[in-house]
């Protein structure tokens, strides 16, 4: 075990003091309401970051989300709105760069119930966002202020990048993310550990997000329905087709979600949407699901004659843990060590922004932020006392990786 320095210690030590602050800022962080449609919180929550990261000195910029499109009800493309996102810069020092990653939007809408913090129990804070992952800020924040205040400060640079929409894929802030990677050799992105314990994610599936707009023809269902094509018909057999899929390869999860579509009974349905969701194990499952989806949509419209307009992409590719990533993930292990912490890692299915920072050829782990757990529900909960014990590892690992513990 690589034991703690003097100078690494003389830089930690402030941070076992700092709980109440971190609490603090995740408490009023948490009261805002930043569900991913919100764009007004997400406004104001961006404001509120980029006055607590200040004191780091770096540049910062509010930056506009890129375009997006969706498919509304009817199957009519319309524009789809994102939140800006928060980019710091603290640049011109060493010859590595390390992109943190975080994001300030939650899956909890303005109206949705879930709005209140509350105590569980001593020392567990129950709240929308408080491990996914505004605790994981909170992290961050702290982590690089003690880099920021060690010898090591000037022997590695680093860039920021908070986004308002990473629960619904980031497709506003994707560009602004390759940009940043392109820059950076190592990602470190602040979701909560994957277990309660502190485990981290290591191997990550793909997601893909899609739907298809199915266009029929309406027709009289009692005297004419030969001349109708029903679209609704179609969705459901392209449903069905999607979830073979999954046993067709068994690396492959696929779920058809929602189908809009329908009207009287007396009507042949002329108009369709299904959406689905595809999780790829390996690039090469995602390359076999492009092409077998391919297959079906051209079946489907041959077979029921009707037209089909397909949106959405595979977001978030594969993240398997190949040679660069497991050489992260044993400097962090390394780090937890030193700090008496036994850390572990598993495969998720969950996927993040560090997915797509892995494709872009970083070494990434991104389960850095709080131990907690039962997110994206009302249950969601905070174990206060790893807001200090995992800025502590972040700090200690930005402190080796400056010190250029890990050859990449």
Not at 95 to 104: E, P, S, V
Request: proline fraction near 6%; glycine fraction near 10%; charged fraction near 25%.
């Amino acid at each position: 075990m690589s034991r703690i320095t003097i100078a690494e210690q003389s830089a930690l030590s402030p941070i076992a003091s700092r709980g109440p602050d971190m609490l603090s800022n995740v408490e009023r962080w948490c009261a805002l309401n930043t569900g991913s449609r919100n764009l007004v919180g997400l406004a104001e929550m961006a404001d509120i970051l980029v006055e607590a990261f200040a004191p780091l000195g770096g540049e910062t910029e509010i930056r506009d989300p890129e375009p997006a499109e969706t498919l509304d009800e009817t199957g009519a493309r319309i524009p789809l709105a994102h939140g800006r996102n928060v980019h710091i810069v603290r640049p011109g020092r060493g010859n590595r760069r390390i992109l943190l990653t975080g994001h300030m939007d939650t899956v909890f809408p303005k109206d949705h119930h879930f709005q209140e913090l509350k105590w569980l129990e001593d020392g567990v804070l129950n709240g929308p966002g408080v491990a996914d992952m505004k605790g994981g800020i909170a992290v961050m924040l702290e982590a690089l202020t003690a880099l920021e205040a060690s010898p090591l400060a000037g022997q590695i640079g680093w860039e920021v990048i908070l986004n308002a929409d990473e629960e619904v894929s980031s497709l506003g802030s994707a560009p602004l993310l390759a940009d940043a990677a392109s820059r950076c050799q190592i990602g470190l992105t602040f979701e909560p550990a994957a277990e309660p314990d502190g485990t981290l994610a290591g191997g990550r599936k793909g997601s893909g997000n899609f739907a298809a707009a199915i266009t029929g023809r309406a027709a009289h269902a009692g005297r004419n329905p030969e001349d109708g094509r029903n679209a609704l018909v179609a969705a459901a057999d392209l449903a069905v087709r999607l979830d073979t899929m999954k046993h067709e390869r068994p690396t492959l999860s696929v779920n058809p979600a929602k189908l809009d579509g329908g009207g009287p009974n007396n009507v042949v349905p002329e108009r369709a949407v299904l959406r689905w969701n595809v999780r790829p194990l390996t690039p090469e499952d995602q390359a076999w699901a492009e092409a077998r989806q391919a297959e079906l949509f051209a079946d489907i419209k041959q077979r029921h004659d009707v037209g089909i307009d397909i949106t959405g992409s595979f977001a978030r590719p594969p993240k398997p843990l190949d040679d660069k990533q497991l050489g992260l993930f044993t400097l962090v292990k390394e780090c937890g060590a030193a700090l008496g912490h036994d850390i572990r890692w598993k495969h998720t299915g969950g996927v993040c922004d560090g997915n797509n920072l892995a494709a872009a050829g970083l070494a990434v782990v991104d389960t850095m932020g709080v131990r907690g757990g039962a997110i994206h529900s009302d249950r969601e909960f905070l174990i206060v006392d790893s807001l200090t014990e995992r800025a502590e590892l972040a700090a200690l690992t930005l402190m080796r990786l400056a010190e250029g513990r890990l050859d990449i």
